[in-house]
């Protein structure tokens, strides 16, 4: 295996990433305003841009998974437990004792099977549970003559909230990684170029190096 630096990550994942980074941090912005964690806004305004942030946010979502599934990329995000034990130790306790990490990016694989778990929660639980709960209380006015409207409106908030807080802690989470093991550059440098280093089978390497020597250095 030989390693390289690949470019793995598109113009559009690194479009993705960012928009939707800044896009979640715009709505727990808005959305703290709404729940009175702030006053730097009044509450027309904070419901108004909430929303308009919300549907651009759900436009970007949608063409991301036409962008994952017309790309076959969606498989970079399927959970395996090979190697599971030995991510989770190392985040465990390996972490804290300066050992390497014990998986290496593949041109074929740019998640380690902890992050496909993480994230494959996310796009399939989490963020399906905000959107369902967020649109529902925005179509009140559609349901509400429902029997105990009012009562399940406040089950609906409640639930769009805790998700929130949920996508709130993982953005931490996420964050406190970069920190962790290479220095804070390198781990963020293949967000702004696409460049990361990749383990190659000599095949992968020649396959590049032949056909796309564009993104292989």
Known sequence: MATRRVKIFSLFERFWHW????LIMFLMFTGFGLHGFHHLLDFQAAVTLHTLAAAALLLLWAFSIFWLFTTRNWRHFIPTVKGMWGVLRFYILGIFKGERHPYRKAFWRKHNPLQALTYLMLKIVLFPL???????YVFYFVWRDASH??????????????AA??????AIIHVYMLTTGHSFREHLMPMINGFDEVDLTPEEEAYLLKDQPEIIR
């Open 19 to 22: 928009s939707q980074m800044l």
């Open 130 to 136: 905000i959107w369902v709960s967020g649109l529902t």
């Open 149 to 162: 409207a009012t009562a399940w409106l406040e089950g609906v908030a409640l639930v769009h909230t805790a």
């Open 165 to 170: 807080f949920t996508i709130l802690t993982f």
